[in-house]
């Protein structure tokens, strides 16, 4: 009996180990698995170095607010507070309501690759651009869901919107607005602050109410929401979207970029990977926009300045908190934080967005617009 | 019975004779399911040349053709059916493909030139119209006059690789001379504020690239045709007309309500310019098909309405435009002397001439008599018409026929200014709101109205003050628009009779058979409906259903539905009905809505049109889409 006793111990004992180190090897296969699928490469290239030109008021700008920015071969687009500006052969014109412009503030931009055309979301309905013409929607004269659009995507014939009021989608061949809110999606709140579309997928990043999966074939409906609901403590890293507050989606390479303001997620359609201060180079987990530029690598604009992440090392531009003098960092996987020398950087650390111009950056920041020119080493 | 009762009684019963021969003649006439008594007449509508100048290709809309002539014997080589009324047709820049859009069946056929045989019939846009194919072979061009857009398809396999954003009602494309941009016009005026000059746009797209990359604006301008370059592509000429809706029609009788223009642009007049064609007391009425003489000494403009071809000395006109002061606006179009400097000749051709095309020394101009089943051949160093094609088909002219020469023709317009198809572009309507009567500036604006459908819509005007259709086209027409000869009987019932009969296109939002979107059910049942969200009855008079019913969606009544605004005389406006209600922006009585959204979000404060402050955005968004099916 004793031995017996003793062997159905150490049999319950042994079990219970091995169903922990079962539970703990699950574990960490999946996180494994989570950051191993972003490690493709193993010698990684140091970030890249910017030498920054700020634009504002003084040289062209038509207001230092900076919602948005667009490249668009050599032409630039900044969605100002004070009407969409572009850049063109070292000329700045700007486009107000006068021209049809929807609103003067122009929170969004979208190009639509195929047409040329622009499609500009501002405080007070979605304008299009298209050969020097803007056409105006709003939600008096279209069937656009609010005059408040936060984000527009661009996907085929389709162009999808957020807005104050919900999720909306234009098909530009038919003229059909197709509106998403709480009556025929899980959304709870319907306050919509980005979207991402391509030709199989849909997500709408909804303040308050999570991260939205549209898939266009079936038309279902998939929503992502922290697992710890709205507690903003992480009590299992990875285990889902970083919070519900979500400001900022961008859907590349099967890949979905979320941004919320209490951190990031990196989800592969299987695992999620989050970023937070504590555990990553994030400068804030304050983030306004992402934008991702393939299955591992993101940008991140923060309230406290430019991230870069190369899917191991991160990089911050910004004017330096302390003494606002251009600022540099680059932190490794071990978490080394190293600083760069430079002698610029982006125009304000309030980043609300950022595009591409082949090898170069333009970020839309609260006090300018910065063009990152991409310096050789 | 003494001899004055006798004579009273007499031209009594002569009157009754007569009032009676009147109805039966509107009411006898043959009416047509989809064409009836004149389905076997041509109506040529556009021309080609062949790049050798062997072949005449004729596109014959009526019939649903394309003619192949001999272009030196004017014998028929043969006659290719294509689909449903056709209107555009080019030439691809080898001439190896004959390339005809089909715009009530949204197809384009693609004939071999060889065999004269159509190869090919590919699915395009809605009510394709022009079409041109880029000197690469790479892509076809093709505009869409319902979807106000231009199609980029494969030139290869036809498939369609996107749609680019053009002018309201696009329809004719003009490849520039070294083949690297792309000229697209459009017929009804781009929309803008209420009570504003119309704008329209000449479409730039590279061609390359496939996109829009320039829109050249035309101020004041509506109703924009053909465009043609001269062979050096230093001159762009397009066809077009110039109304004066802001003022009272009344002003016909003072120097025009419409002007026809040309503009010009190009680096032979630095930015863009816009001529007059008319002169006072001749009128170039509705300018449509432009050529530019091989060696550039002239332009020749159909005009339709003024059944003729106006001729433009080059040399002279490019002297008047840089002699001349500028008008800040760019146009001369309210100079009614200014034609006298450049128009050399007008030459009186068949009814409703529209496209035209010179051989390649520009000897011979051919004209398409749309409305005459002929082709004048005019010899342009004369200036006459030299021979004149007669198309195969009927002899006589039908009841119908006739009343469509008289819809098109400008001839009963004061001086000949104008006629029906001015505002009825095509016999649809023109997208611009109207100051027609004689009661002051800005008083009761009205919009144009759709033609499609309009029998067994009476009474008719917005007022509902026309009980029937030779009322609104007999006197009223005369009194307000003609101000001049007045139709006699034959020629009044003849031209209601056309108008009873026009067929109506079809809907592009109807699904097949009675099938419906989702969206287009529910918007269904918010039309039909008779309580509201609250579970509170809807007054019969208050629903949709109730003044838009019956198929054309309307109970021919009037009804007060709070839409009238100060300006207007009354408040009660007959309920309007929905035929093809997705076509015809600006809405209301006096086009103050500009889309179908904001007559409601708008101008329906107070539920009197309908009750619909109860519904959501995305309930409103699904009535829209019911109504589109309409």
Same mark, same amino acid.
């Given at each position: 009996m004793k031995k017996f006793a003793f062997n159905t111990f150490a049999t319950h004992t042994i079990l219970l180990v091995a169903v922990l180190l079962a539970a703990i090897a699950v574990s960490a296969a999946q996180q494994t698995a989570a950051s191993g699928a972003q490690k493709p490469h193993t010698a990684q290239a140091p970030p890249p170095r910017f030498r920054f030109e700020n634009f504002t008021t003084v040289n062209? *700008? /038509? $207001? =230092? %607010?900076?919602?948005s920015v667009l490249a668009d071969g050599e032409r630039i687009w900044a969605g100002t507070e004070n009407g969409l500006a572009v850049y063109e052969n070292h000329v700045w014109k700007t486009y107000t309501t006068k021209d049809g412009l929807a609103h003067r503030a122009v929170l969004s931009l979208a190009l639509d690759k195929r047409t040329g055309d622009v499609w500009a979301g501002t405080m007070g309905g979605l304008s299009r651009i298209s050969g020097g013409r803007i056409d105006s929607y709003t939600q008096l004269n279209s069937g656009l869901s609010n005059d408040v659009v936060y984000g527009v995507s661009i996907a085929g014939e389709n162009v999808w919107v957020a807005t104050a009021a919900g999720g909306c989608s234009l098909n530009t061949r038919t003229g059909q607005w197709t509106l998403y809110n709480e009556r025929n999606t899980p959304m709870i709140e319907i306050w919509v602050y980005g979207v991402s579309a391509a030709q199989d997928k849909v997500y709408f990043a909804v303040w308050g109410s999570g991260l939205l999966e549209y898939t266009q074939k079936t038309g279902r409906w998939d929503k992502y929401e !922290? /697992? !710890?609901?709205? =507690?903003? #403590?992480?009590?299992? +890293? !990875?285990?889902? *979207?970083? %919070?519900? #507050?979500?400001t900022s989606v961008s859907y590349v390479d099967n890949i979905v970029w979320a941004a919320t303001y209490f951190g990031a997620s990196r989800y592969d359609g299987r695992y999620w990977h989050n970023f937070l201060t504590k555990d990553s180079?994030? /400068?804030? =987990?304050? #983030?306004n926009y992402i934008k991702g530029v393939d299955a591992n690598r993101a940008w991140f604009c923060t309230d406290k300045g430019l991230a870069y992440y190369d899917g191991i090392n991160w990089a911050v531009y910004r004017p330096?908190? +302390? $003494?606002?003098k251009p600022e540099m960092t680059v932190r490794n996987a071990q978490g080394k934080v190293t600083p760069v020398a430079v002698t610029t950087a982006p125009a304000h650390n309030y980043v609300l967005g950022i595009d591409f111009q082949g090898d170069d950056i333009w970020v839309a920041t609260a006090k300018g617009l910065s063009h990152g020119i991409r310096q050789q080493r | 019975m003494n001899r004055r009762f006798q004579s009273a009684m007499g031209a009594g019963l002569t009157s009754l004779a007569v009032a009676l021969f009147a109805v039966a003649l509107w009411t006898e006439c043959p009416v047509r399911a989809s064409g009836a008594d004149d389905v076997d007449y041509a109506s040529p509508l556009e021309v080609l040349l062949s790049p050798d100048g062997s072949r005449l290709y004729v596109l014959c809309q009526q019939s649903e053709e394309v003619r192949v002539i001999d272009a030196f014997t004017y014998a028929v080589i043969k006659n290719i059916a294509v689909g449903r009324v056709p209107r555009g047709i080019s030439l691809s820049p080898s001439g190896d493909r004959l390339f005809v859009t089909n715009t009530w069946e949204d197809t384009l056929s693609v004939i071999d030139t060889r065999t004269l045989a159509v190869t090919a019939t590919w699915p395009v846009g809605s009510e394709p119209s022009g079409v041109v194919e880029d000197r690469a072979g790479k892509h076809l061009f093709v505009a869409n006059r319902i979807s106000n857009d231009v199609a980029v398809l494969n030139? &290869? &396999?036809?498939?369609?690789e996107k749609r680019l954003l053009a002018g309201r009602g696009s329809s004719y494309l003009s490849l520039s001379p070294d083949g690297g941009r792309i000229y697209v016009t459009h017929v009804y005026p781009n929309p803008s504020p209420h009570r504003t000059p119309p704008e329209s746009e000449i479409t730039v797209i590279d061609t390359a690239r496939a996109v829009v990359v320039d829109r050249i604006p035309l101020h004041g301008v509506a109703g924009v045709f053909h465009l043609a370059f001269s062979a050096d592509g230093r001159l762009g000429v397009v066809a077009e007309y110039h109304p004066k809706n802001l003022v009272p029609i009344a002003h016909l009788e003072h120097g025009g309500y419409f002007t026809d223009t040309l503009t010009l642009f190009g680096a032979d007049v630095g930015q863009p310019v816009e001529i007059p064609l008319d002169e006072l007391e001749r009128y170039a009425s509705r300018p449509f098909g432009v050529a530019i003489a091989p060696d550039k000494s002239r332009i020749f403009v159909t005009c339709e309405g003024s059944e003729m071809v106006t001729v433009i000395d080059v040399q002279r006109l490019l002297h008047f435009i840089h002699a001349r002061p500028r008008p800040a606006s760019g146009s001369f179009a309210y100079d009614l002397a200014a034609s006298a400097n450049y128009v050399i000749a007008r030459i009186n051709v068949g009814h409703d001439p529209r496209g035209l095309a010179l051989n390649r020394s520009g000897s011979k101009l051919f004209v398409a008599n749309r409305l005459e089943d002929t082709i004048s051949v005019i010899d342009t160093h004369s200036n006459r018409v030299a021979a004149t094609i007669t198309l195969a088909g009927p002899k006589t002219v039908s009841a119908i026929r006739h009343g469509e020469q008289t819809f098109y023709t400008?001839?009963?317009?004061f001086q000949g200014q104008i006629g029906c198809a001015n505002c009825h572009i095509d016999s649809t309507f023109d997208g611009i709101t109207w100051n027609l009567e004689p009661d002051g500036f800005g008083r009761n604006i009205v919009d144009n109205k759709m033609l499609e459908g309009l029998k067994g819509t009476e009474p008719y005007k917005w007022n509902g003050g026309n009980p029937n259709i030779p009322t609104e086209c007999g006197p009223r027409t005369e009194k307000y628009f003609w101000r001049a000869e007045q139709y006699d009987d034959a020629t009044l019932a003849d031209l209601s009779t056309y108008l009873r009969n026009l067929p109506t296109r079809p809907n592009r939002w109807k699904l097949p058979g009675r099938e419906m979107t989702p969206a287009q059910e529910r918007g269904l049942a918010l039309f039909t409906r008779d309580t509201d969200k609250f579970g509170k009855p809807i007054a019969e008079s208050n629903r949709c259903s109730y003044c838009h019913s019956g198929p054309k969606g309307t109970n021919q009544k009037l009804f007060d539905v709070g839409t009238h605004k100060p300006n207007d005389n009354g408040n009660l406006l007959k309920s309007a009905p929905l035929t093809e209600i997705a076509l015809t922006a600006p809405y209301l009585h006096d086009g103050s809505a500009q889309t179908l959204e904001e007559i409601w979000t708008v101008f329906n404060p107070d539920d009197k049109h309908g009750r619909t402050n109860d519904l959501t955005k995305d309930e409103l968004n699904d009535l829209i889409e019911y109504l589109r099916t309409r």
């Open positions: 062209g *700008l /038509p $207001d =230092n %607010h900076v919602f !922290d /697992p !710890d609901g709205e =507690n903003e #403590i992480v009590l299992f +890293k !990875d285990q889902g *979207l970083i %919070h519900e #507050i979500v180079g994030l /400068p804030s =987990n304050f #983030i330096s908190l +302390k $003494d606002g | 030139a &290869t &396999t036809g498939e369609e400008s001839r009963y317009g």
